[in-house]
């Protein structure tokens, strides 16, 4: 499955250069290792999408009962 998210500049540009190899989301949708992330960068200030994209695949998930820093209803998703 291929999930759409929104992502911040500054965090896209890190996961497209892979410097960054997580990230954190709510837990709104059944996110399962494998699944693919369609993360597109998106200009909260202009309220509208750049038109850049890049997508990752989930390699482990890690949840609240895990790890006690990640908040109630969030994932860390670790991407490929």
């Given at each position: ?38 993360l ?20 482990c ?20």
């Amino acid at each position: 499955m291929t999930h759409d998210l929104k992502i911040w500049p500054k965090f896209f540009k890190q996961v497209a250069f892979r410097l960054k190899s997580s990230e954190i989301c709510l837990n709104d949708r059944d996110f399962q290792v494998g699944d693919k992330l369609n993360l597109r960068e998106y200009n909260f200030d202009l309220d509208s999408y750049t038109g850049n994209s890049v997508i990752r695949t989930i390699s482990c998930i890690t949840t609240h009962a895990e790890c006690l820093a990640i908040q109630e209803d969030y994932v860390l998703l670790s991407l490929l």
